[in-house]
């Protein structure tokens, strides 16, 4: 999965939370891409570290509610 897809798949489940938030968990995932590419990792390799982008938002969406 690329970085792109990566981050669209995550906005997308994202959804119901607000645009700020959106815009936090997205500039959070967007910096692990940057850092990895500067360390030489492929997007392939950091979207697989990250792992599923639906869990990720599952997570931060529960994260939400708790908070």
Known sequence: MTKTEFLDTLRRR???MSPREIDDVIGDYTTHFTDGA???????????ALGDPMRCASSKHLGQIGA
């Not at 500067?38 to 697989?48: K, T």
Request: aromatic share 0%.
């Open 14 to 16: 994202l959804a119901g």
């Open 38 to 48: 500067a360390a030489g990792r492929s997007e392939e390799d950091i979207a697989a």
